[in-house]
């Protein structure tokens, strides 16, 4: 069983910085091409970010490209989300998620996600 756990939400100002982490444990994290998303109340979750195996490759949302920064420690079994800049439409619940297919590219689509942390709200105050 693979379980993820976030945490470094909080409530900050619009302009301001938070950084993510997503501590996972169960299997062999290098494995997993891992995500964000964030999600408000009566929508869908949407995709943030990604990140392939070995950190090499990544892929951003355009709505978070140039602020936000995703990146991961393998020897800590962590993956991290940088957020510079935040607006007020950057508020969300965040989650992480851990594909642990095949794949080695990061996706977009939550369905090809396997696993889900529990999720940690980001506010961002005008």
């Known amino acids: 069983q693979v379980q993820l756990v976030e945490s470094g939400g909080g409530l900050v100002q619009a302009g301001g910085s938070l950084r993510l982490s997503c501590v996972v444990s169960g299997r062999t994290f290098s494995s997993f091409v891992m995500g964000w998303f964030r999600q408000t109340p009566g929508k869908e979750r949407d995709f943030v970010a990604a990140i392939g195996r070995s950190g090499t490759n990544t892929d951003y949302a355009d709505s978070v490209k140039g602020r936000f920064t995703i990146s991961r420690d393998n020897a800590k079994n962590t993956v991290f989300l940088q957020m510079n800049s935040l607006k007020p439409e950057d508020t969300a619940v965040y989650y992480c998620?851990?594909?642990?297919?095949?794949?080695?590219?990061?996706?977009?689509?939550?369905?090809?996600?396997?696993?889900w942390g529990q999720g940690t709200q980001v506010t961002v105050s005008s």
């Open positions: 998620a851990a594909d642990t297919g095949i794949r080695t590219f990061p996706a977009r689509v939550s369905s090809l996600y396997d696993y």
